[in-house]
T-cell receptor, first 116, second 114 residues
Framework: GAGVSQSPSNKVTEKGKDVELRCDPI?????LYWYRQSLGQGLEFLIY????????KSGLPSDRFSAERTGGSVSTLTIQRTQQEDSAVYLC??????????????FGSGTQLSVL | AQSVTQLDSQVPVFEEAPVELRCNYS??????LFWYVQYPNQGLQLLLK??????LVKGINGFEAEFNKSQTSFHLRKPSVHISDTAEYFC????????????FGKGTKLSVKP
């Protein structure tokens, strides 16, 4: 597609429910990132997929969070047993892997998650 | 590990005034530095980046940033701001020459008033 697409754009859920957030990266982009943006916290790194290498999961805040990337394209971020502190905008970004680390990230518009 | 500190959470300025948004990083190795901007109701986009070479980097919309290794800073500047520059600005760092994740600061909200 023309850009990084995220769905849904808004998700309201009840505490304790599981949610799945989807990210469609730009075609041909082999690197994919998930960030969380909440008030006063800026962009918090969650997980990074780089080609066929093992993902960098060092930013996932707890074992309730997981993500996968099937077929090197679409990624799903799953939050189990949601808590109110999980409320935030979840951003996905993708980029071309250049090997040098200088590539530009393209961001989606995010999913606004509200846990009641 | 790398980290980024943006010293000001909010910066209000009047139109046509100069502005400097501060960013300091910590790293024991060489780094790549970036500024991203998020306009209201839009996604983040790259403003400029420093990889190597000249320490003064020019970006889009008249912004520039200067890499200062001794002060571990990468402050963003614009000599004369417009109302349309109202946005949130994020400084980011990545270990140089690596494909590691990109670490962002907490952001600075620039509000330009008429």
């Amino acid at each position: 597609g023309a850009g990084v697409s995220q769905s849904p754009s808004n998700k309201v859920t009840e505490k304790g429910k599981d949610v799945e957030l989807r990210c469609d990266p730009i075609s041909g982009h082999t690197a994919l990132y998930w960030y969380r943006q909440s008030l006063g916290q800026g962009l918090e790194f969650l997980i990074y997929f780089q080609g066929n290498s093992a993902p960098d999961k060092s930013g996932l805040p707890s074992d309730r969070f997981s993500a996968e990337r099937t077929g090197g394209s679409v990624s799903t971020l799953t939050i189990q047993r949601t808590q109110q502190e999980d409320s935030a905008v979840y951003l996905c970004a993708s980029s071309v892997l250049t090997g040098g680390g200088n590539e530009k990230l393209f961001f989606g518009s995010g999913t606004q998650l509200s846990v009641l | 590990a790398q980290s980024v500190t943006q010293l000001d959470s909010q910066v209000p300025v009047f139109e046509e005034a100069p502005v400097e948004l501060r960013c300091n990083y910590s790293s024991s190795v060489s780094v790549y530095l970036f500024w991203y901007v998020q306009y209201p109701n839009q996604g983040l986009q790259l403003l400029l980046k420093y990889l190597s070479g000249s320490t003064l980097v020019k970006g889009i919309n008249g912004f520039e940033a200067e890499f200062n290794k001794s002060q571990t800073s990468f402050h963003l500047r614009k000599p004369s701001v417009h109302i349309s520059d109202t946005a949130e600005y994020f400084c980011a760092v990545r270990k140089g020459g690596s494909q590691g994740n990109l670490i962002f600061g907490k952001g600075t909200k620039l509000s330009v008033k008429p």
